[in-house]
């Protein structure tokens, strides 16, 4: 297994897990590449036997208070063994490295188990954005961690 920095030429393989992964929520081939190639972005890949089976990515503008954590997905048949909190524990270092205060997320309500892994790393909700998600109109937690 490989952790390695997110590139223009994953976007391919990233965009089929992002469709199968999110059905109602997936990213853009457009949007993934603006994240994978911005220089004020942090995304990873890991790959295993030659295939992607997890991506992460978060966004901090140099000098502002907050940084933005955009995704993290583990592909089904890898998960509950302990990647998808070594990737956000890498991507929380990274924000917190990069000087962020304050590190914010966005988590559908019906979205237990990612709740779990944010609350478990210190992420409280502190606001509720109702209905965000269409059409299945489900509410957005946004949830927060203050690392100064
Ligand atoms: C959320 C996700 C990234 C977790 O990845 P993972 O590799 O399975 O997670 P881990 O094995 O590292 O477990 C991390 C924590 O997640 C929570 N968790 C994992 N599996 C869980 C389950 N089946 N039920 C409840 N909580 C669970 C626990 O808090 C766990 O910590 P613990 O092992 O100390 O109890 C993964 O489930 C996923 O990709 N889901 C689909 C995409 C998604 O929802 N992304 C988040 C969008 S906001």
């Not at 590139?7 to 994978?36: K, R, Y």
């Not at 503008?61 to 070594?86: F, K, M, S, W, Y």
Request: glycine share 10%; with cysteine.
């Amino acid at each position: 297994m490989n952790i390695r920095p997110a590139t223009a030429n994953d976007v391919g393989e990233v965009l089929g897990l992002e469709q199968a992964i999110f059905p109602d929520d997936a990213w853009s081939a457009d949007m993934l590449a603006e994240g994978f190639t911005s220089e004020y972005g942090h995304y990873v890949v890991v790959e295993h036997e030659g295939a992607i089976i997890a991506y992460a990515g978060a966004y901090h503008l140099p000098g502002d208070e907050i940084a933005d954590i955009h995704t993290i997905a583990v592909t089904p048949g890898a998960r509950g063994n302990g990647l998808g909190a070594e990737l956000f524990d890498g991507l929380v270092a990274w924000c917190t490295e990069d000087g962020a205060q304050r590190i914010l997320l966005e988590v559908r309500a019906d979205n237990l188990v990612a709740q779990n892994l944010y609350q478990s790393r210190g992420f409280q909700t502190i606001a509720v954005r109702e209905g965000y998600y269409q059409p299945a109109n489900v509410d957005a937690f946004v949830m927060e961690k203050r690392v100064a």
